[in-house]
T-cell receptor, first 112, second 112 residues
């Protein structure tokens, strides 16, 4: 049973518009949430994270929102650029082992 | 120039052979992790190690083995007992097991 779900396998947006990627999780004990970006045949690159004590974290064009009551996480990219086209994974962590549980990923395509 | 490296980038093996994937880091990070990625799926944890000479099974450890004799190195052996070894393998590390994980470039293993 998947503890972390990204229900949209793909998303296509126009350059300059907002991209919104979503992630749902099942366990309210998760306390740290991350987004990674991945190009084919490369390792994931860390983008942004948020701890459970916050509901928003912003870094440049990237903003992560956390809705703990809904167990929902989202990543907003604005404005979207063609170089943002990649697979985006959300990941969650709990405890101090550092173990991450990943969603299945959403492929974002930003069209010029 | 600090980082985490994996070698080789592509690896081919015949069915029934054991193969060892290399992961080295010079970030002085304590914790290291091995993941596997299959098409259309997220990353799944194989093994992790929080300290030298100690490691724990992840979610899909069957058919794999690891060692952690040095802080810098965490090699993964894919044994002949692994039923579906063809995949993209990713190594990651984190400073103390509670921080953000940073990934290597990955090794694509194909078993013929």
């Amino acid at each position: 049973d998947q503890q972390v779900k990204q229900n949209s396998p793909s998303l296509s947006v126009q350059e300059g518009r907002i991209s919104i990627l979503n992630c749902d999780y099942t366990n309210s004990m998760f306390d740290y949430f991350l987004w990674y970006k991945k190009y084919p045949a490369e390792g994931p690159t860390f983008l942004i994270s948020i701890s459970s004590i916050k509901d928003k974290n912003e870094d440049g064009r990237f903003t992560v929102f956390l809705n703990k009551s809904a167990k929902h996480l989202s990543l907003h990219i604005v404005p979207s650029q063609p170089g943002d086209s990649a697979v985006y994974f959300c990941a969650v962590s709990s405890g101090n082992t550092g173990k991450l549980i990943f969603g299945q990923g959403t492929t974002l395509q930003v069209k010029p | 120039d600090g980082g985490i490296t994996q070698s080789p980038k592509y690896l081919f093996r015949k069915e029934g052979q054991n193969v060892t994937l290399s992961c080295e880091q010079n970030l002085n990070h304590d914790a290291m992790y091995w993941y596997r990625q299959d098409p259309g799926q997220g990353l799944r944890l194989i093994y992790y190690s929080q300290i030298v000479n100690d490691f724990q099974k992840g979610d899909i450890a069957e058919g794999y083995s690891v060692s952690r004799e040095k802080k810098e190195s965490f090699p993964l052996t894919v044994t002949s007992a692994q039923k579906n070894p063809t995949a993209f393998y990713l190594c990651a590390c984190t400073r103390d097991g509670t921080d953000t994980q940073y990934f290597g470039p990955g090794t694509r293993l194909t078993v013929l």
